[in-house]
């Protein structure tokens, strides 16, 4: 889940979807779509925006890696 300003989680967007895994689902969701945010329920209502730059936040199965706030992090994430 990928949340921040729309122009910002572009390239954090296509970053991820740059890797081919049939297995993966990236959401990236703006700060302004408030009608999104507002319907999400669970964990991932719980995946809240920064109120500067962007946030990543990297699930693998059940568990969820520490928040990424870094394109370079993420990146290298992905890459594992």
């Known amino acids: 889940v990928i949340r921040g300003e729309h122009n910002a989680i572009q390239a954090w967007r296509e970053k991820a979807n740059a890797i ?8 990236a969701i703006p700060n302004s779509s408030q009608v999104l945010t ?3 329920t669970g964990a991932l209502a719980e995946r809240q925006p920064r109120a500067e730059g962007v946030i990543a936040y990297v699930c693998r199965g ?3 890696q520490t928040p ?8 290298k994430l992905l890459n594992e």
């Open 20 to 27: 081919y895994n049939p297995r993966s689902l990236c959401l």
């Open 62 to 64: 059940q568990s969820c």
């Open 38 to 40: 507002n319907a999400m």
């Open 68 to 75: 990424l706030t870094r394109l370079e992090e993420f990146e």
